[in-house]
């Protein structure tokens, strides 16, 4: 097979192979602009409704209020409400197995005195029982019963 040795500077025989169209570039942009047109559908006119009716706003306004109104009681009285009774604070303290000294950790001298008073123990019959248990040997069993 023989190739032929192309000149490319000097000789104008070589075509590209490509034409382009009479006045293209100068009808490109109106031909472009015509399919465009018929591509898009006829747009139709939108209804805008505004967002911030006067009627609108008072509702909401007024709702807003109300719910502000019962939500901040409720939560206040909820707050300050402690509804723990004793058979819940036991049986609280029966499954997690807290014991006497980690309760005794938790209680202030004021506790002790209310206790006490409760309990109707004075302070000599106080010592009289700190004295006993001290020489019991059995001091875990009874602490644990």
Do not use: C
Request: net charge negative.
């Amino acid at each position: 097979m023989n190739m032929k040795n192309f000149d490319l500077e000097n000789n104008d025989k070589i075509t590209t192979g490509f034409k382009t169209p009479e006045n293209y570039f100068e009808q490109f942009e109106a031909k472009m602009m015509r399919q465009i047109e018929a591509e898009q559908p006829a747009e139709k006119e939108v209804k805008v409704v505004s967002l911030f009716y006067r009627k609108q706003v008072w509702m909401s306004s007024i709702a807003a209020l109300l719910l502000l109104a019962i939500a901040i009681p409720v939560y206040f009285n909820m707050a300050s409400e402690s509804n723990l009774d004793a058979t819940t604070i036991e049986s609280y303290l029966a499954q997690q197995s807290v014991g006497t000294t980690e309760l005794t950790k938790h209680l202030t001298d004021e506790d002790v005195i209310a206790l006490e008073t409760s309990l109707g123990v004075s302070t000599s019959e106080s010592d009289e029982i700190e004295a006993y248990l001290s020489e019991t040997e059995n001091l875990d069993y009874i602490l644990n019963e």
